[in-house]
């Protein structure tokens, strides 16, 4: 008997992907992404495997619908990034509730035959945030995961050699997996 896909699945292949990370932020935290995405890049072109961010402030094309953007790049990234901070989770119209909504999606369908989330397409990286503070939110599930918690103090630099490993690692798991 075949498996019944859920009517959410988003049909997903991470090998036709243009992006390595979507980044998604709020407004205050701006900084800290661009230095973030410069650091990917430029890391990942030393190590001859040069990737490119997906970032709004610098990637978005002009004139188009918000949510078919959010929905399009998401598709055509790896992974996605959430930098959580305390101003994310007090922005509760923004944006980044419906780039997680749709990354979650992605996320539940490329593991839609598995009891647990054996690859991840959300990677939050928790910053100035405790488990207090997401406790009431959808990011307490990826807390508890403990994908990117270890990052609370990492400087951005080292940030981003550990997601270049992060991507390197699940990029042959979902081979393995055949995703």
Request: with cysteine; net charge positive.
């Amino acid at each position: 008997m075949a498996t019944r896909r859920s009517p959410w699945f988003v049909p997903y292949q991470a090998t036709d992907t243009e992006y390595s990370f979507f980044i998604s932020y709020v407004q205050g935290d701006a900084k800290d992404v661009k230095r973030l995405k410069q650091e990917l890049e430029t890391k990942s072109a030393k190590r001859h495997d040069p990737f490119q961010c997906f970032l709004d402030i610098d990637d978005w094309p002009l004139g188009r619908v918000s949510m078919e953007v959010i929905r399009e790049y998401l598709l055509r990234s790896q992974f996605m990034i959430a930098w959580i901070t305390p101003s994310y989770l007090q922005n509760t119209r923004g944006w980044n509730w419906m780039e997680l909504a749709s990354a979650s999606l992605i996320e539940l369908s490329m593991n839609h035959d598995r009891l647990v989330t054996l690859a991840p397409f959300v990677v939050p990286i928790f910053r100035g945030v405790s488990v207090s503070d997401v406790e009431r939110t959808p990011w307490l599930e990826f807390w508890q995961r403990k994908i990117g918690q270890l990052n609370q103090r990492t400087s951005i630099p080292k940030l981003a050699e550990l997601l270049i490993s992060l991507r390197q690692e699940e990029s042959k798991r979902r081979i393995d997996l055949g995703l």
